[in-house]
């Protein structure tokens, strides 16, 4: 169980929102990534990361990424698109500085796809 803050996230209309942005951070083999931000999306299949970040999230290159277990997605873009899968151990932290212990999910599986355009959010 994730406590802490979420980010607060401007509206339209001028109100806002809580979104389950989260801090993230993979271990792939003997790589340890750098804390990013990732969203929670609890209707999503798989878990997704651009591959223009796979050498900082991974420590592979977009090349060796390709080698990755291949799955066909659909809802990203107007098309099928390819990506990659890898296990992965992730660990989750609520986005506020002052969250609890993180949680842990040892051998998750990311797919890395190079037509993911995901949302970005700075007031981490």
């Known amino acids: 169980m994730l406590t ?8 339209d209309d001028g109100n806002e929102t809580f979104m389950p942005f989260v801090r993230v951070s993979i271990t792939y083999g003997t790589h340890k ?15 997704l990361i651009a591959m223009r970040a796979v050498e900082t999230m991974l420590g592979i290159s977009e090349e060796d ?12 873009g107007s098309h099928p698109n390819y990506a990659y899968g890898f296990e992965v151990d992730m660990v989750l932290r609520a986005s506020s500085h002052k969250s609890s212990e993180p949680f842990v999910l040892p051998k998750a ?16």
């Open 4 to 11: 802490g803050q979420f980010c607060s996230t401007p509206l």
């Open 33 to 47: 990534s750098i804390e990013f931000e990732g969203l929670i999306d609890t209707g999503a299949c798989v878990n």
């Open 109 to 124: 599986t990311v797919y890395v796809c190079d037509s993911v355009s995901l949302p970005s959010h700075r007031n981490l």
């Open 65 to 76: 990424a390709k080698k990755g277990r291949k799955l066909t997605i659909s809802g990203v």
